[in-house]
């Protein structure tokens, strides 16, 4: 089968591969409409997670089932599904301590594109089908429930981390897709401020439809200084942080308030340590957490965030600026990611009809 690889660090391009394989418990589908992802660029350009030869990419789609193994119980060949990025083996130790993202090792619910072969393929491989599968509504477009596999997940557990409560001023830092479904999921969750770090044209608009009420671009200035001037000094209650580098932490701690919860979903592609400022942590007793996680993944997440859709409650067509049509175009979109120009949020293939 074709499909499209990081063929070392630095390097990507289209290779041939045997069809993976299919176990009792497991499914292969292939992709109806899928979308690259930033995470996919971090494993490429910076070498984020190690050295990757010959792994075929991509951790967002939604697909039609092909085969399925004999212990498979709730879908078959023919069915459209939704595919979450995080494939979490239910049965782990892990999974049962409430951490099925790191089912096997940490991460390891992260399979796709990290240490197996990922969806830019004609066909892909999921483990625990019935565990990871999820029936693609009839009124969700494709394009946009490839939104469902990693974006809207990722940026409401932003949400879940920070542990936002009616009422509360939020500041999310970073409004690319995931920081705008973080944005999306503080507004449903009944936040009263929400302050959105941003400055692209594009993601501000989309964040204002998702329910930011107030905006600052970090070329201002540093974050903490604004935010704290526009609480006059009291800071917020919750941080998510959806972009930046292993420095933001410094500034998200800084304009917390005491008690308050930084929630991180942005993976840290580049960096040894991540800093904390020791007078603004209270010198340590200051209350402020910091949780930083992997979206849980599996498919009961996916039937969830579906039926907001589903049900008018949450709109994911303002996640998707650039289209394309045809497998094809899979390097085309992958390339948008990387560059990012100013009028990007979001790039899909939709593969076949």
């Known amino acids: 089968m074709k499909g499209f690889a990081m063929l070392e660090i630095g390097k990507v391009g289209w290779i041939e591969k045997e069809e993976p394989v299919c176990g009792p418990l497991d499914a292969l589908v292939k992709p109806i409409a899928l979308a690259p992802c930033t995470s996919d660029i971090h494993t490429v350009w910076e070498g984020a997670v190690g050295e990757r ?17 004999e212990l498979v119980k709730d879908f078959k060949p023919g ?6 990025a995080i494939t979490p083996d239910w049965n782990s ?21 990290n240490f197996k072969d990922g969806v830019f393929g004609e066909l892909f491989h999921v483990n625990d089908a019935d565990g990871n599968l999820a029936l693609l509504p009839d009124n969700i477009e494709p394009e946009e429930a490839c939104m469902l596999s990693d974006m809207v997940p990722t940026g409401f557990h932003g949400v879940e981390l920070a542990d936002v409560q009616f009422g509360d001023e939020v500041l ?23 302050i959105a770090v941003g400055t692209r044209p594009v993601c501000v608009e989309a964040a204002k439809f998702y329910g930011a009420t107030d905006f600052i671009s970090y070329k201002d200035g540093p974050i903490a200084k604004q935010v704290l001037e ?23 701690v800084e304009c917390l308030k005491p ?3 930084i929630g991180n979903v942005n993976y840290l592609g580049s960096g040894d ?23 849980p993944g599996g498919r009961l997440r996916m039937e969830k965030l579906a039926k907001l859709v589903s049900v008018g409650k949450l709109d994911l067509s303002k996640l998707i600026t650039h289209r394309f049509e045809g497998f094809d175009h899979v390097e085309d979109a992958l390339m948008l990611m990387k560059e990012k120009p100013a009028d990007l949020i979001k790039p899909v293939v939709r593969v076949e009809k």
């Open 79 to 84: 069915d459209r599904v939704l595919v979450p």
């Open 259 to 261: 008690g308050g919860k």
């Open 230 to 252: 526009m609480t006059n000094g009291k800071g917020v209650d919750k941080v998510i942080i959806a972009g930046g580098t292993v420095d933001t932490f410094a500034e998200a």
């Open 53 to 69: 030869e010959n792994m075929i990419l991509g951790h967002e789609c939604c697909g039609e089932v092909v085969k399925v193994g």
């Open 172 to 194: 999310v830092i970073g409004i690319g897709p995931v920081g705008l479904m973080s944005v999306a999921g503080a507004n449903l969750r009944g936040a009263s401020r929400i």
């Open 273 to 295: 340590y991540v800093k904390i400022p020791r007078v603004e942590w209270g010198v340590g007793m200051g209350h402020k957490q910091i949780q930083g996680g992997l979206m």
């Open 93 to 113: 130790l892990e999974a049962q301590a409430g951490y099925p993202m790191h089912s096997n090792g940490m991460l390891a619910g992260w399979k796709f594109s």
